[in-house]
């Protein structure tokens, strides 16, 4: 069974950038738009990017420009680049199958996830 596997979260001041790295285990991405997603305290996971296989990319609106997403299919890796961090994106951090922003992708069973806190 694949599982997923994020790193890279932490603690940032505003202003600064942080990568995020997903893989898995157990297997690899298969062929579907992967994306990251977020979760604060109290609201709703949301899909903020997301990455086709051929690198067709999508992200909402309120992150486009900050956040940059790529994938490395021969590695098995999805990033999250993002830049100019604020206090407003502290959240808990998770990549799995995209679902949102027009795309339908496969799911799978959710991992940890990885908490960016940004600090002001």
């Known amino acids: 069974q694949v599982q997923l596997v994020e790193s890279g979260g932490g603690l940032v001041q505003a202003g600064e950038s942080l990568t995020l790295s997903c893989t898995t285990s157990g297997g690899a991405f298969g062929t579907g738009p992967i994306g990251w997603y977020r979760q604060v305290p109290g609201k709703q996971r949301e899909l903020v990017a997301g990455v086709r296989s051929g690198g067709v990319t999508r992200y909402l609106n309120s992150v486009r420009g900050r956040f940059t997403i790529s994938r490395d299919n021969d590695k098995n890796i999805v990033t999250l680049q993002i830049n100019s961090l604020k206090p407003e994106d502290t959240a808990v951090y998770y990549c799995?199958?995209?679902?949102?922003?027009?795309?339908?992708?496969?799911?799978?069973?959710w991992g940890q996830g990885i908490q960016v806190t940004v600090s002001s």
């Open positions: 799995n199958g995209a679902r949102g922003l027009g795309w339908n992708g496969n799911m799978y069973t």
